[in-house]
């Protein structure tokens, strides 16, 4: 079990990708608090099945366009497990997008597949860094989209071109100042 002890979030919990990850971590060994912004019915589900094969799991609703959304889920993650120490900002708006050309998207879908698909994960990030950055002097572990950070070639061993999201094992080598850039 290679996530014993760990809390994670997963962001877009209730279906698809979101839920493979969150009951692949379950079954890891990590505490998961699986989060949706609409989709209670299955989120719901994804915590039954992750319940179902002896894991422990929490469901939270939130826009993770919304920073109030994204500070709660952390407080309430914090609170239920006691810590975090993974994020999977996995939460994205595709369903019924149908790909156009740029000129013919309505702005209105535009500024909600942006709220969600990049503010989110930036706000998201954002919220549990707090909660990881007091864990950093301990073996500790984050996702984090690839946007956050300078270059993929930073480290080549855990970058996927696909990926949406960076494994980072602690513990962290750098100093996480905020005011620091690369």
Do not use: C
């Not at 990850?21 to 209670?40: H, I, N, S």
């Not at 994960?121 to 690839?146: C, D, G, N, Q």
Request: net charge positive; aromatic share 8%; no cysteine.
């Amino acid at each position: 079990m290679r996530l014993k002890d760990k809390v994670a979030i997963v962001t877009g919990g209730a279906k698809g990708l979101g839920r493979a990850f969150a009951l692949k971590m379950a079954e890891e060994g990590a505490r998961v608090m699986v989060v949706t912004r609409k989709d209670m019915d299955n989120l719901k589900e994804t915590v039954k099945r992750i319940e179902d094969i002896g894991g422990q799991a929490a469901l939270f609703q939130a826009d993770v366009s919304r920073e109030t959304d994204t500070l709660a889920m952390a407080r309430e993650t914090a609170d239920i497990f006691g810590r975090i120490d993974i994020l999977v900002n996995n939460a994205a708006i595709y369903d019924g997008i149908k790909r156009r050309p740029f000129y013919e998207i309505d702005l209105a879908e535009w500024d909600l597949v942006m709220a969600v698909n990049v503010k989110g994960a930036f706000l998201a990030a954002r919220a549990v860094f707090p909660y990881m950055k007091a864990r950093a002097t301990e073996k500790s572990s984050t996702w984090l989209p690839r946007s956050f950070l300078p270059a993929p070639r930073v480290l080549p061993s855990m970058w996927h071109p696909r990926a949406e999201s960076l494994v980072l094992p602690g513990p962290w080598p750098w100093n996480w100042d905020p005011t620091i850039s690369a």
